[in-house]
């Protein structure tokens, strides 16, 4: 698979805003972020079906993040506006490939994607 790299992370203030890319997602079929703080479970933010594109939202992060992609980059955005303290978490970007990817649920699934990013840290105070 491609190394998937993430960037865009950062220390910002509630109310401010940050935009993640998950630079190499490009080849696959959908895209997920995820994010978890230490202690918690990993858990879905955003996904992206590629070929729709269809896209999909955590409660808790709807209508504050976009998922995008650029086609010619190969990259997908998380453009993240009005963060929250709450949102303090390290933010991954997880790529599948497979028939699964164009359903809801699975893209909310961590162990149904095989390839995943190191990680970019956001800190919202």
């Known amino acids: 698979h491609v190394q998937l790299v993430e960037s865009g992370g950062g220390s910002v203030q509630a109310g401010g805003s940050l935009s993640l890319s998950c630079e190499g997602a490009g080849y696959a079929f959908c895209v997920g972020w995820f994010r978890q703080d230490p202690g918690k479970e990993r858990e879905p933010v955003a996904t992206?079906?590629?070929?729709?594109?269809?896209?999909w939202y955590a409660d808790s992060v709807r209508g504050r993040f976009t998922i995008s992609q650029d086609d010619a980059k190969k990259t997908v955005y998380l453009q993240m506006n009005s963060l929250k303290a709450e949102d303090t978490a390290m933010y991954y970007c997880a790529a599948g490939r497979g028939e699964w990817c164009s359903g809801g649920y699975w893209l909310l699934l961590a162990d149904e994607y095989s390839n995943w990013g190191q990680g970019t840290q956001v800190t919202v105070s």
């Open positions: 992206i079906y590629l070929h729709g594109p269809m896209t």
